[in-house]
């Protein structure tokens, strides 16, 4: 049986083109949409009605659930609970913070165990003989942060992956409310916690809300992305960099190639690669947000993706369509 979410992927159009010597040698298919402040469809390239799994992107959202339960975070260690950490030095420690102050330890957590994200802090992770650890994990900001939810409402803490688990069921609620649409299918993330799927029309809904928030929980967590981006992210990563150069941008990076950000005025854009590759997403983020009227440096240099011949340019990944 197809999915809707198969069709709308089969059928997408190629939004990026990978060039070599000025030969195409291979195209990213994709679905991308941007929303109006009042949430309806300015622009679709493909099928954005579609759910889909928008993996780390919907953490913004868990952080809202997470304050909604209890959780008493702000600044780092609120941005850290939306976070797909590189797992620097400072995003561990942080992470210690958040689960020493709820009285809970690293063998609290649930996350799949793995090596930091970032290459930089990989290899000196594992310099110092150190193995795969949850802490370590780019998501355990955000299950320390769901630990400490679990200790403020007074939740078991020890099935908080669960999604019977009151705090995943108030996650999916506060998710539904922020897209304007039902929580299409549930499923295991990656790191072990529930992931849940809307269509990338209801994603970018719910982080143009987000952005133009004006106070609540949603305006505590895009205060602290714009304020420590570096904690969302990395020193070395592109969604650090895209907070950092457009004012007033929230923004969120996702496996299998989603994206989603949120502007000041209220619109939100979303996109996903067909086929889950990374290569692209930057630079079509880049050239949506450029065909908004957007200028900024930072979507010139996400827009440059070089293709490399023994080292040297030899091509480029050129977004089409957008």
């Given at each position: 049986?197809?999915?809707?979410?198969?069709?709308?992927?089969?059928?997408?159009?190629?939004?990026?083109?990978?060039?070599?010597?000025?030969?195409v040698e291979s195209v990213h298919h994709g679905i991308a949409v941007i929303t109006n402040p009042d949430g309806s469809v300015e622009r679709a390239i493909g099928d954005a009605s579609a759910p889909c799994f928008p993996r780390s992107s919907n953490k913004p959202m868990q952080a809202i659930a997470m304050l909604e339960?209890?959780?008493?975070?702000?600044?780092a260690h609120l941005a850290l609970a939306a976070a797909s950490h590189s797992g620097e030095?400072?995003?561990?420690?942080?992470?210690?913070s958040i689960l020493a102050a709820a009285g809970l330890s690293e063998d609290d957590l649930q996350n799949t165990p793995d090596y930091p994200y970032d290459d930089v802090a990989r290899r000196d992770w594992i310099r110092a003989g150190r193995g795969p650890s949850s802490i370590a994990q780019n998501c355990s900001g955000k299950h320390a942060s769901m630990l400490a939810a679990c200790v403020?409402?007074?939740?078991?803490?020890?099935?908080?992956?669960?999604?019977?688990?009151?705090?995943?069921?108030?996650?999916?609620?506060?998710?539904?409310?922020?897209?304007?649409?039902?929580?299409?299918?549930t499923g295991i993330d990656g790191c072990g916690a529930p992931v849940m799927a809307i269509s990338l029309a209801g994603l970018a809904r719910a982080f143009g809300s987000i952005a133009a928030s004006t106070s609540g929980p949603s305006a505590a967590v895009r205060d602290a992305i714009r304020s420590y981006p570096e904690y969302l992210g990395g020193?070395?990563?592109?969604?650090?960099?895209?907070?950092?150069?457009?004012?007033?941008?929230?923004?969120?990076?996702?496996?299998?190639a989603v994206y989603a950000v949120?502007?000041?005025?209220?619109?939100?854009?979303?996109?996903?690669?067909?086929?889950?590759?990374?290569?692209?997403?930057?630079?079509i983020m880049a050239s949506l947000l450029s065909s908004l009227g957007i200028r900024a440096g930072v979507l010139d240099t996400l827009s440059e993706v070089p293709v490399l011949g023994h080292g040297q340019p030899v091509g480029a990944v050129r977004v089409v369509g957008i």
């Open positions: 049986m197809t999915s809707p979410s198969q069709s709308a992927l089969a059928a997408a159009p190629v939004l990026a083109v990978v060039e070599r010597s000025g030969f339960a209890g959780l008493e975070a702000s600044g030095d400072f995003h561990i420690e942080g992470v210690r403020a409402a007074g939740w078991d803490p020890s099935t908080y992956r669960s999604p019977e688990h009151p705090l995943q069921v108030l996650t999916a609620s506060s998710l539904s409310a922020l897209a304007g649409e039902p929580v299409a299918a020193s070395r990563r592109d969604v650090t960099a895209l907070i950092r150069g457009v004012d007033g941008l929230i923004a969120k990076d996702g496996a299998e949120g502007l000041a005025d209220g619109r939100g854009l979303a996109l996903k690669v067909a086929d889950g590759g990374q290569r692209a997403r930057p630079a």
